[in-house]
């Protein structure tokens, strides 16, 4: 198989298991907090040991500015699933991972602020196009409190998922994995204070769901992309990155019966399309989105690198 080929399929089935990892939310049973801190658990449990096994814990290349920056997006990702979490339970799986790939908007208006980056012409239209397609996709109608109270949960996540790009972005020399792993690992105490171990207790069945997002939506997944990461051009990442909103929805639909009406389906084009244009823009035409895995001090990314849940 060459390069190139088995780099999109493991970058597709990445984003096909991401498209699951609502269904994994709502039949776990738990609450959004409680989902969190386990899949950090169990996720951390399962990078660092294919980590170790990977001899990637040896010349680590941390330093105290990429720990601590690190830290800080690990901050930003862990509430990030919170907040996404909460909007599966407010509004619908489809919904909520529609507005969430708002995200590369915000992460463009990070960088007008912080870094006077100037926002093109062409950026602002299809940023004025992006907002139309959200206008259209909530769908919002007077006295729909749940679906403006998902349609908020959705855009703080994909708020905070900008923030987290933006740090981790700053920080190089560090693979991925082991960026992902401390990510995984300051949400444990950031989200102790807020866990109901007695409700954890007697979930049943639930705990195969929360094992499941550690050990395959944070685990597996990410070592499959990281490795598709090395294979593919940019813009074949940033197409394949969209299957994971077109397999969320038909999950969604399969499984809860969810679907969206006519006038939210004429935005989700425009937002995936205005998404589709910005990300493209952002990146150069001979980088991915995350740099290659094969070097020590090749230029970290972590599970903010794409869209994925």
Known sequence: MRNETRGTVELTLAMVLSGTLGVFVVESG??????????????????GAYSLARGYLTGHGLTPRTLGLAALGGAFIVFNW?????????????LATV????????????GAVFLRERISAGKLGWLLLAFAGLVLVSGVRPGD??????LGFALA?????ALA???TKRITGVRPHLIALVQVLVGLPLLLPFVDFGAASELGGGWGWLVGLGVVH?????????????????????VLAFTYPAVAMGVDWAVYGHHIGLVQALGVPLIVL????????????????????????????SPVATRAG
């Open 218 to 238: 944070t685990g597996l997944m990410y070592v499959l992309m990281y490795a598709a990461y090395a294979k593919l051009p940019t813009a074949k990442i940033a």
């Open 274 to 301: 205005a998404s589709l244009k910005v990300t493209l823009a952002a990146r150069t035409p001979v980088a991915a989105p995350v740099p290659r895995t094969g070097g020590r001090a090749a230029e970290a990314a």
């Open 165 to 167: 790009t933006f740090v």
């Open 145 to 150: 409190t749940g679906s403006l109270k998902g």
């Open 82 to 94: 919170v907040f996404l979490f909460e909007a599966y339970e407010a509004t619908s799986i489809s």
């Open 157 to 161: 996540a994909a708020v905070l998922y």
């Open 30 to 47: 738990a609450s959004p907090f409680d989902v969190v801190f386990f899949r950090c658990l169990f996720g951390a449990a399962a990078l």
């Open 99 to 110: 507005v969430y790939h708002t995200q590369p908007f915000f992460l463009v208006l990070l």
